[in-house]
Nanobody, 122 residues
């Protein structure tokens, strides 16, 4: 079955960096667009980054544009989220997501990881 396992969340100081990973299994990873969502306390889950199947097309939310980078390794069936210049507003649970689609959409797919907590605080 489809599995998405996130890792890399941590407590980090403002201005710091983290790299999140999402290990995928149970489907043809290289044929599926991948997304990162996040959900901050008291807020709705929001889409922050999308990457195409081959990794050449990416889209970002305005809130993280220029600070975060999504990438993927189709040999390792893993998608990454490199986060720089973190600030307290980035505190959230970060989720990996896919709908097993080839095309890029901004709609959440049906498969989610368990999430990984990122806390930005001094």
């Amino acid at each position: 079955q489809v599995q998405l396992v996130e890792s890399g969340g941590a407590l980090v100081h403002p201005g710091g960096s983290l790299r999140l990973s999402c290990a995928a299994s149970g489907f043809t990873f290289s044929s599926s667009t991948m997304k990162w969502f996040r959900q901050a306390p008291g807020k709705e889950r929001e889409l922050i980054a999308v990457i195409s199947t081959h990794g050449r097309v990416t889209h970002y939310a305005d809130s993280i544009e220029g600070r975060f980078t999504i990438s993927r390794d189709n040999d390792r069936d893993t998608v990454y989220l490199e986060m720089n210049s973190l600030n307290p507003e980035d505190t959230a649970v970060y989720y990996c997501n896919t709908g097993l689609e080839y095309v890029i959409t901004d709609k959440p797919g049906q498969f989610w990881g368990q999430g990984t907590q990122v806390t930005v605080s001094s």
